[in-house]
């Protein structure tokens, strides 16, 4: 099921041109940069954008640029199909390694305890209305999301990612919020009731 949904999704997204990709991106990051959530937290975990995901790369220059958040990015080990987590300075230091994903050159790795993220910026290619997501089908980002209890966890989708269900497994973390080009859908209220 989840391999079916996966696919159609990729599908969706590859027909959105560089242009619209580009612009909804730009809205759904700006709806990020106002969150409360988001200009409380010190140390931010991003994922670098790639293919057809809501972009983040200008973001990332931009925040990096002005120093005020301690921007980290997750790096591979395939060895144990797990995230690392690494600060970065400057995009510079970003090359591209797994799948072509941009993550920073040995010499420029400097690692972070997941304790120590405030917020996480999760991707997916599948979203629904109570938090759950599809990633990429290997499950680093479920694996990184569970021994990260304190950081508020916040998917980037573009509203035609979004479903109204998910199928979703024990092992499964869910977000907090999703932020769309059209809305905010906010789950840590939603759990509260």
Request: hydrophobic share 40%; glycine share 4%.
């Amino acid at each position: 099921m989840k391999r079916k949904i996966r696919a159609e999704m990729m599908k969706k997204r590859a027909a959105m041109n560089k242009e619209d990709l580009l612009s909804r991106s730009a809205v759904i990051c700006e709806t990020l940069r106002k969150l409360e959530e988001f200009k409380n937290a010190k140390n931010v975990l991003f994922y670098v954008s790639t293919k057809n995901e809501v972009e983040t790369q200008v973001m990332l220059k931009e925040l990096l640029k002005a120093g005020e958040k301690n921007i980290v990015v997750p790096v591979t080990d395939k060895k144990t199909s797990t995230l690392n987590l690494s600060l970065i300075k400057d995009f510079s230091e970003l090359v591209p390694k797994t799948h072509e994903i941009l993550e920073p050159a040995d010499e420029f790795i400097r690692p972070v305890s997941p304790e120590k993220i405030d917020l996480v910026i999760t991707p997916g290619i599948a979203f629904d209305e109570n938090g759950n997501r599809i990633g990429s089908g290997c499950g680093y980002y479920d694996r990184l999301l569970c021994g990260m209890k304190n950081a508020k966890k916040i998917g980037l989708a573009f509203e035609l990612q979004i479903l109204p269900k998910l199928p979703c497994y024990d092992h499964d973390v869910p977000l907090d919020i999703i932020i769309t080009e059209e809305r905010i859908i906010r789950l840590d209220e939603k759990r509260r009731i």
